[in-house]
């Protein structure tokens, strides 16, 4: 862990908004700068799950950005179900010396003795992930103590500035994991520009109060309304399948794609996975998306949002359409009514 | 008449390419340049085209950049564009990497490369992630000093970062080391110039400082006027 992280200095500090500072330390690792922008630099890419050296190879012959160091992909943690933890790290290390891309990995929620292991592993980010088993109820880690930078999900502006708070330098929507139904991640990303669409809308003083209502940092909200986005990185995660769902989630804007279960969950891995890379780059091209959706095999099964009712609890006490207007129209929300959020 | 514009492509396949769009129009801007600047996005090998006077390589993967470039059939293309001298080309971190003569931990079984700069390139050379750093670099170069005749430095980000660590033309011009503290170590080469050829190990985008930006601004100026 970098002590200079660790003064709290590097709050959110957004490209080509800040000063050069500081002239006496020479070599400075772990600053918000640096984190942010590994994610700045993985944009218009495509970071896929992988569960061992054999996968992560064709993730890079694919021209994935990045991939993501797993045990089991989120569909197969969905239907084992069980304690979902960290890999292992000798899984991890044999990915990492595997490939020269970044290899990410993911820590339960709120375990920062998992996170810390992950640093010590030398992994590239770390994912603090719903899709494995949340470790703490009530808090995320603190992520400004670490080097290493982390990517967080989020449902909607609230959850996401929240987490840029702790020191995400990345977020990604949660969308569904392991279902192989975008539904969810189109959900997301769509709430999201939609309070932010809201939050320009506003003038300086409607602002304070629409930051209590999201239950964020006012600096961090009125950051977002400035730029009329969110101030750092954002990808869509949960759920996509096929090149028409980056396509779709591209031109919702997000800045690029997790792909989970998706692509070693179908039945020509090596073809599904090429395409998806390509489909990020050629996402407003549909003459090129035909060509790109050929012959790719059937898709993951995957499980409809229709036929999930009922199997886990899905937003929390509230549904996420009145979350969103109940903040929206400064009716009243009280504390603890979100799932861990 | 009115006044003539310059076109910079900048090549979109994949990182942070919105950073250098916003970083140009700023430069330009401070500049004061007589000519429009126009940004054109190149995402394919029809955009490479000889209406375009510069071309900036970001920073992403270059693994994931060569791949898409020799799968879209860009690779000839581009060589062409960029060996033409009248052309002005900039690569930052993996855009350092992809105009490499020659690369250094490559991908298992090598990876696909554009070349232009007869340089030796290290990737990840600083190490993972973690090791990535802000750390002022000395330029070595006088046009990029921010007052005329001052040495100066300029706070390099490095991110997953490459390095210059054999030069081997003398048409190769150092720019830019990271000065180490002990005077028998020269410094890792961290940007060089091969004639219309700039290239950065590190993110000048990521800056507030548009000096790099301006400076491939004026290489582009310069070959208008001839």
């Known amino acids: 862990m970098s002590g200079l992280a660790a003064t709290g200095e590097s709050d959110v500090v957004v490209t080509n908004l800040t000063a050069v500072k500081d002239e006496n330390v020479s070599r400075k690792t772990g600053t918000f700068k640096v984190k942010a922008g590994m994610a700045q630099m993985a944009k218009g890419g495509i970071i896929m799950d992988v569960t061992n050296a054999e996968e992560a190879r064709i993730a890079e012959e694919a021209g994935a950005c990045a991939v993501m160091a797993l045990e089991r992909v989120p569909a197969d943690i969905r239907r084992q179900g069980g304690v979902a933890r960290m890999t292992d790290p000798l899984k991890i290390k044999e990915i990492m010396n595997a490939v020269t891309i970044p290899v990410m990995a993911k820590t339960r929620i709120g375990h920062f003795a998992e996170a810390q292991i992950l640093e010590a592993l030398g992994v590239d980010m770390v994912d603090e992930s719903e899709v494995l088993t949340v470790a703490d109820e009530d808090n995320h880690i603190d992520k400004h103590k670490f080097t290493v930078p982390f990517v967080c999900g989020a449902r909607d502006l609230g959850e996401a500035l929240r987490r840029i708070s702790e020191g995400a330098a990345m977020i990604r929507t949660k969308g569904e994991a392991g279902t192989g139904d975008v539904a969810e991640a189109v959900r997301h990303a769509r709430t999201i520009n939609r309070q932010i669409r809201i939050a320009e809308a506003m003038d300086p003083t409607e602002l304070y109060e629409y930051a209590k209502k999201l239950r964020v940092p006012i600096e961090l909200l009125r950051k977002t309304a400035e730029m009329g986005r969110l101030p750092v990185v954002n990808f869509a995660a949960g759920g996509i399948a096929t090149p028409a769902d980056v396509s779709l989630l591209m031109q919702l804007g997000v800045d690029g794609v997790f792909v989970g279960s998706g692509i070693f969950k179908s039945s020509c891995p090596k073809k599904r996975a090429r395409a998806m890379a390509q489909a990020v780059t050629h996402y407003n091209e549909p003459a090129v998306l035909a060509q790109l959706s050929e012959d790719l095999g059937e898709a993951m099964f995957g499980i409809p949002h229709n036929e999930r009712q009922g199997e886990r609890r899905r937003e929390g006490p509230i549904g996420e359409e009145m979350k969103i207007w109940n903040a929206t129209l400064n009716m009243c929300i009280t504390s603890n009514i979100y799932w861990h959020s | ?226």
């Not at chain 2, 970001?58 to 059939?73: A, C, D, Q, V």
């Not at chain 2, 960029?82 to 990876?111: F, P, R, S, V």
């Open chain 2, 1 to 226: 008449m009115e006044a003539s514009s310059i076109r910079v492509g900048i090549l979109e396949i994949q990182g942070g390419f919105s950073e250098h769009r916003t970083a140009i129009l700023k430069a330009a801007e401070t500049l004061g340049m007589k000519e429009k600047i126009e940004i054109l996005s190149v995402r394919k090998a029809a955009d490479i085209s000889p209406a375009l006077s510069g071309l900036i390589i970001p920073g992403g993967e270059s693994t994931t950049m060569g791949l898409f470039i020799s799968r879209n059939n860009m690779a000839s293309s581009l060589q062409e564009w960029i060996q033409d001298e009248k052309h002005i080309t900039w690569g930052t971190c993996a855009g350092l990497i992809m105009l490499a003569n020659e690369t250094e931990k490559q991908k298992i079984g090598g990876q696909p490369l554009i070349g232009g700069l007869d340089i030796v390139v290290s990737r990840n050379y600083f190490g993972r992630q973690v090791n990535s750093f802000q750390e002022k670099v000395k330029i070595m170069d006088k046009s990029l000093f921010s007052e005329a005749n001052i040495p100066d430095h300029f706070e390099g980000v490095f991110i997953r970062a490459p390095a210059v660590v054999k030069v081997t033309s003398p048409k190769v011009t150092t720019l830019a080391v990271l000065s180490q503290s002990c005077s028998d170590n020269p410094g890792v080469i961290v940007a060089v110039r091969q004639k219309n050829i700039l290239g950065t190990a590190f993110h000048p985008e990521l800056t507030e400082d548009l000096r790099w930006h301006s400076y491939f601004l004026k290489m582009i100026a310069s070959v208008q006027v001839d």
